[in-house]
């Protein structure tokens, strides 16, 4: 699937260094990807505690639901009368066949698939009782300080290790060198990052490899810690125990924040899931309770795919 917010970051390499800052911003703030400005909630690490609250995430009790969602692309119907509510507090997976429209149910949600030629939706996409497909400009960059997404593919800055993670700090007004370093730090630590990027922390973030990277653009979107993080297979260029860390740092973090995770590997959403939303060519199929869809699916399409009678 091509990600055309991502890609313009590719075009960047020789544009000048101040230009390429503010187009970076600008386009940021215009497709959101994941790390638009936000504060900072309170971090309980013993080595490093800062705190800056979110007010709008955590005093209104924000809730994230689709009504009669319909997507179509070019005509095609891609995602078919969505009726789902997504829980906070929890760790909700979307699990289904390839194609059947997960990606783009999860961009939905921070209206990422608006700039898809051709793209057409009805139906509503509600966040704390807000339509969100009819939000304007000025309302659709909050959304985006508070429904962060993690893409399928890595899809770091053209800029250091460090600057991609301090980055949505310092367009959010935090510029004091400690405070970003503080938070740098964290949440390098967070995904299991730290210890290999230590010592090359201005290195350009280019060089590393595809699952560091992967982890780097998951830093840079907690870094500013959305209510709802919503991840794209964020784990599928790691190693089974970066993975693992990554599923720890899931489950720490819905104390604070919700995660919506789009995921192939079944046995990961056994592990972590709270909920499930299993779909299947465009529809949604079942969802529920994560044990007792796993345990005791109510649809025989679900019962199936949980079988491995088809992926
Ligand atoms: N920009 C686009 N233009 C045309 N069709 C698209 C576009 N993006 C997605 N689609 C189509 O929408 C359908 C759902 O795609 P989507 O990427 O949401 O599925 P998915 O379940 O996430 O797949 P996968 O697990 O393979 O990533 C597919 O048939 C896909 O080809």
Redesign the pocket.
């Known amino acids: 699937?091509?990600f055309p917010d991502i890609d313009v970051f590719r075009n960047f390499a020789t544009v000048k260094s101040e230009t390429l800052m503010n187009a970076i911003a600008s386009t940021l703030h215009h497709f959101g990807n994941g790390f638009l400005p936000f504060a900072f909630s309170s971090l309980n690490r013993e080595e490093e505690s800062f705190s800056v609250t979110n007010k709008f995430a955590h005093a209104t009790g924000a809730r994230l639901q689709a009504r009669h969602l319909n997507v179509y692309?070019?005509g095609?119907h891609?995602l078919k009368d969505i009726n789902v509510e997504i829980p906070r507090n929890k760790i909700t997976c979307i699990i289904?066949?390839?194609?059947?429209?997960?990606?783009?149910?999860l961009r939905t949600f921070n209206r990422l698939n608006d700039n898809?030629e051709?793209l057409r939706m009805t139906g509503e996409v509600t966040f704390d009782g807000d339509n969100i497909l009819k939000a304007g400009s000025s309302r659709l960059s909050e959304l985006r300080r508070n429904i962060g997404l993690v893409p399928?593919r890595p899809c770091p800055l053209p800029m250091s290790i460090y600057d991609n993670v301090a980055y949505g700090c310092r367009i959010h007004g935090i510029h004091n060198r400690h405070q970003q370093n503080k938070i740098v730090r964290h949440y390098l630590r967070a995904v299991g990052l730290w210890d290999e990027v230590k010592d090359r922390l201005s290195s350009p973030a280019s060089r590393l490899s595809g699952g560091q990277q992967q982890r780097l653009c998951l830093a840079r979107s907690l870094a500013v810690e959305p209510t709802y993080l919503l991840a794209d297979?964020s784990t599928s260029a790691l190693d089974p125990i970066s993975s693992h860390k990554i599923e720890e740092l899931f489950t720490e973090l819905k104390v604070n924040n919700s995660i919506v995770m789009?995921t192939?590997t079944l046995s990961q959403a056994l592990r972590i899931a709270d909920h499930v939303i299993f779909?299947y060519m465009?529809k949604v199929v079942e969802e529920g309770d994560a044990e007792q869809v796993f345990r005791h699916p109510k649809n025989e399409l679900t019962r199936k795919y949980l079988n491995g009678a088809f992926s």
């Open positions: 699937m091509v692309i070019n095609a891609i289904g066949p390839s194609g059947c429209g997960k990606s783009t149910l898809i051709g399928q297979e789009v192939h779909m465009g």
